[in-house]
């Protein structure tokens, strides 16, 4: 057993990116392979290892290559599902690359294609393909250009726990047998299949031989550096969630103060209802004062009249008489009188 793991992102980059031979034609074999077309001639553009990563935002050791015709693939190996939305991240990362095009005084026809390509260690979409591409496509399916060619931006995914890694090796294709050695690599001639691979097949011959130029002392090193690099994406993870849970714990504060506010607001509003209710029973009981006031005053007045007419009555004037000096009907003095 040895220390080799083809998907530690430092090592990766070193067996794939690195500025010889070896390397380049490892890469044009892997890309030939996953991106399933010929692939004669490549030139990595950021083939230096990244020296300080601790304000990077995702870190990542991806290779930026371009093709013999101004193609540019993004390649990275994804080990783990991250807390940093992994669907938002890669479409950002193709839009990102496509527009890095220098297009100022140039048509858009010379756009060149931009492939992003992503080796996932995880299980991403609930299908049996180890590989999809995914392009721009109306709902329904409808592709947004005509043909295939005129379709410059592409991503690219390789779920490898999808591959059957009890399947026969004869059954294996290209692209299972090189997922196979990622996975495997660390074990060396031990594994039955890697040393059948290693003894019979160009592409991991190519693979292994780049593999057997890492020294221990190199794997200690690379193996370092991977856990500083995870260990810091995992503290900026933890960052960016602590920042998100206070940004929600402060979206609750204003949404209680919000609430308290409008309980407030509330509450003045019933307490101007209780004084508005306040001054209309005031104004009612003064109203019925002032009717109770007038209601004694006539029943006065009405006992004062009754009183003459009985002292007219008494001195002999008629009814009829004392209806006229009084304006009134017979009747209503009669009904006074009862």
């Not at 093709?67 to 807390?83: H, I, P, Y």
Request: aromatic fraction near 6%; proline fraction near 1%; hydrophobic fraction near 35%.
């Amino acid at each position: 057993m040895r220390s080799a793991n083809l998907l530690n992102d430092f090592a990766f980059k070193y067996v794939f990116g690195e500025d010889c031979k070896e390397a380049n034609d490892a890469l044009k074999s892997l890309l030939t392979v996953f991106l399933e077309r010929k692939v004669n001639k490549v030139v990595v553009k950021n083939s230096e290892m990244v020296k300080d990563y601790s304000k990077m935002k995702s870190p990542r050791l991806d290779l930026l290559v371009e093709f013999d015709d101004q193609t540019m693939v993004d390649l990275e190996m994804q080990l783990r599902q991250t807390k940093d939305n992994l669907m938002n991240r890669f479409p950002y990362y193709s839009a990102r690359l496509h527009g890095s095009q220098d297009m100022e005084g140039k048509s858009y026809s010379q756009l060149k294609e931009t492939i992003v390509m992503i080796f996932f260690n995880v299980n991403i979409f609930e299908n049996d393909n180890i590989c999809n591409t995914f392009r721009y496509k109306c709902d329904g399916d409808l592709p947004f250009v005509k043909e295939e060619k005129e379709d410059r931006m592409k991503l690219r995914t390789i779920e490898m726990p999808k591959v059957d890694l009890n399947k026969p090796l004869e059954v294996m294709n290209e692209q299972e047998k090189m997922i196979y050695y990622f996975l495997n690599c660390h074990k060396g001639m031990e594994d039955s299949k890697i040393k059948m691979m290693i003894e019979s097949d160009e592409v991991i011959q190519m693979l292994e031989k780049r593999v057997e130029t890492i020294s221990d002392d190199r794997w200690k090193k690379i193996i370092e550096d991977f856990q500083k690099l995870h260990e810091n994406e995992e503290r900026i993870e933890l960052q960016l969630e602590l920042e998100e849970l206070q940004k929600a714990k402060e979206k609750v504060r204003k949404a209680q103060e919000d609430v308290r506010k409008a309980e407030e607001d509330v509450r003045k509003e019933l307490e101007d209802v209780r004084k508005a209710q306040e001054d209309v029973r005031k104004q009612v009981e003064e109203a019925d004062k002032k009717v109770e006031d007038a209601n004694r005053q006539i029943e006065q007045m009405n006992q004062v009249m009754k009183q003459g007419i009985k002292a007219m009555l008494a001195n002999g004037m008629s009814l009829e008489l004392i209806s006229k000096s009084l304006s009134k009907s017979e009747d209503e003095i009669m009904e006074l009188l009862k």
